[in-house]
């Protein structure tokens, strides 16, 4: 059974005032991702890999075609509904972490059970699992760009979500890091969670079950 | 983690922002505060004064205007006069007590200073004041005063001493025990010395008078007015005009803390159109993990509701004292009528519960807007600024 699923999708960005550039992100994507499964969606900077992931996880609507989330078109939910359907069951990791700076990193995760449905595990044993235990009073910016990754990892497990979506999750680290981090997600997916990543590292995609490329704003066969 | 606690972290995090936000929104309070306490204390002291006048009612001159009405409560010069033959006509009627004043501002020691022309025995047996040391008058014409005891006390005066009034050596007789009206705070001395001091021969300021049935009201005024062409005022009528002044006076008062209220709304409304700006890429991250727009509005305008109830208590705390200490200089230059306002401004649960009422709800109107911009950004606009 596919958990997510994508239908022909379109983006068009339109430009705004006098000299405004209108950009086709998207044209005609379709792809389908099984539960359990861990995918890869490759290409080059600007041909539409992280509007495509913004679309599956329904931060934005396309300008046409659908996305299923467990056979629900979200494309036609309202935005708080999208948001609800985030909190229930989608986690999000970006590639420039995107913490909340004022907040501790026990702080960022707390904040996002705030809206999770299903809260399995308190945030200490999320902050545990990603080996932070020690890092729980500190800010983002007293942590390096690994730490900040894993706890931006342990906060989009905070509703233990079906689904992990991550915008280039060791794209700002060291290989070090990047080593860390990967770990990190192949231990999720063994735990059963889907996880698709944007991502230009070759040894992600190399350990991925599915590779999808983006050039100009399709699919090409992979 | 909750609401509370995550607002509570957004508020203090631009520590001086918060600061100066809090400053604008608590000034604005503390005037509102410091103005409505002062307005009322001028009120309560003015009652007082009325009831230290110790008269039923009052005798004027004809026409006199309502500032001069108040002036006689609170115990300064008037400038209309009366004859003193109006004195002697009033005084033979029945069941009427009258004593005749002359009172006069003039300069004692280099401080304004209420001189009071009075007959001797009859003002004693009208007010029957107690002495806290000395001697009261023995005759109607000698050269000597009878003061109150703060006149005594802000002049450094004592018995025996000579006060000097408009070339005039008085000796100080007596010291007045405390009356708490406007007899503490003035220079008595006989009606005749005062009227030759002062130039005024034959003349009078106002009567006041005692009787003995106020429900025959009418009759006596229809009866003074039969034998002199003045005007009758009771003690509550008196009050009631000279409370409907200090009325406007006190509308103007409000009038300026509403300005002060209104600028703090938009010190506000800018702090937290900044903070949406600020931290529109946050409201994305917020919403992307799973928060609604409801969330976003709340937390916004838990946050601009928060600096209101800070401010409105902030307020509060420094308007009481400002109108502590404000309120006896105000006595001194601005108000006369408010000479002898004790300096302690009442402290009103009905007003601080207002105040913060008002600056919760000022400071919960200005954050509407803002906490609607920042939940209506979509989790892309905002993330991608």
Not at chain 2, 125 to 145: I, M, P, R, V
């Amino acid at each position: 059974m596919s958990i997510i699923k994508t239908e022909n999708l379109e983006k068009i960005y339109k430009g705004k005032g006098k000299n405004a550039v209108t950009t086709h992100a998207l044209r005609g994507v379709s792809l389908e991702i099984p539960q359990g499964a861990f995918a890869c969606i490759i290409g080059k900077s600007g041909h539409g890999k992280s509007t495509l992931l913004n679309l599956i996880g329904g931060l934005d609507n396309p300008t046409a075609g659908r996305v299923f989330i467990y056979d629900e078109d979200i494309t036609q939910l309202s935005d708080n509904k999208r948001a609800q359907l985030r909190a229930k069951k989608i986690g999000f990791v970006f590639q420039s972490f995107n913490l909340l700076e004022n907040l501790t990193a026990l702080e960022n995760v707390q904040t996002a059970m705030l809206f999770a449905k299903n809260k399995a595990q308190n945030a200490e044993d999320l902050l545990a699992l990603v080996g932070l235990s020690d890092k729980a009073n500190s800010k983002p910016a007293q942590l390096s760009g690994g730490q900040q990754q894993r706890v931006a990892i342990a906060r989009a497990l905070a509703n233990s979500p079906d689904i992990l979506i991550m915008d280039e999750p060791t794209g700002n680290l060291d290989s070090q890091s990047a080593e860390e981090v990967l770990e990190h997600i192949l231990k999720l997916h063994k735990s059963g969670k889907t996880i698709i990543v944007v991502t230009h590292n070759d040894d992600l995609a190399q350990k991925a079950e599915m590779v999808f490329e983006v050039k100009d704003g399709k699919l090409t066969d992979s | 983690m909750n609401l509370l606690k995550f607002v509570s972290r957004n508020l203090f995090r631009r520590k001086g922002r918060f600061a100066f936000t809090l400053l604008g929104i608590s000034i604005g309070m503390a005037s509102f505060v410091a103005l409505l306490s002062i307005g009322g204390n001028m009120q309560s002291v003015v009652k007082q004064k009325a009831e230290g006048l110790g008269a039923n009612f009052l005798i004027m001159p004809e026409n006199i205007c309502i500032y001069n009405q108040m002036a006689i409560v609170t115990g300064e010069t008037i400038s209309e006069q009366l004859h003193y033959d109006v004195y002697e006509s009033v005084k033979n009627i029945d069941e009427i007590t009258v004593i005749p004043h002359l009172t006069q501002k003039t300069a004692i020691s280099e401080m304004p200073s209420v001189v009071a022309g009075i007959l001797p025995e009859e003002t004693m047996s009208f007010k029957n004041w107690t002495l806290a040391s000395g001697e009261y008058f023995a005759t109607q014409d000698e050269n000597t005063a009878v003061i109150g005891i703060n006149f005594a006390d802000t002049r450094e005066l004592d018995v025996g001493d000579t006060v000097t009034v408009r070339g005039q050596e008085l000796i100080v007789k007596g010291i007045l025990a405390e009356t708490n009206g406007n007899d503490d705070m003035t220079m008595f001395v006989p009606l005749s010395v005062a009227q030759r001091i002062f130039d005024k021969e034959g003349y009078i300021s106002y009567l006041s008078a005692k009787v003995a049935d106020m429900t025959k009201m009418e009759f006596y005024e229809a009866e003074i007015l039969s034998v002199a062409s003045v005007q009758v005022a009771t003690n509550d009528q008196l009050l009631e005009s000279v409370l409907s002044i200090l009325g406007s006076v006190n509308s103007t008062l409000q009038l300026i803390a509403g300005v002060a209220l209104i600028a703090a709304a938009f010190g506000i409304i800018n702090t937290m159109m900044t903070a949406v700006f600020e931290r529109r890429r946050e409201i994305g991250i917020l919403r992307a993990i799973g928060g609604k727009k409801g969330f976003l509005f709340r937390s916004f305008l838990l946050e601009s509701g928060l600096y209101g109830f800070l401010g409105g208590i902030v307020g509060v705390v420094v308007g009481y004292a400002v109108s502590l200490f404000a309120a006896p200089i105000i006595n001194k230059d601005e108000l006369s009528m408010l000479k002898g306002v004790s300096a302690q401004a009442d402290i009103d649960v009905q007003l601080v519960v207002i105040a913060v009422g008002v600056s919760l709800l000022i400071s919960i109107l200005s954050g509407l807007y803002p906490a609607w911009r920042a939940a209506k950004l979509t989790p892309m606009e905002a993330i991608n600024s």
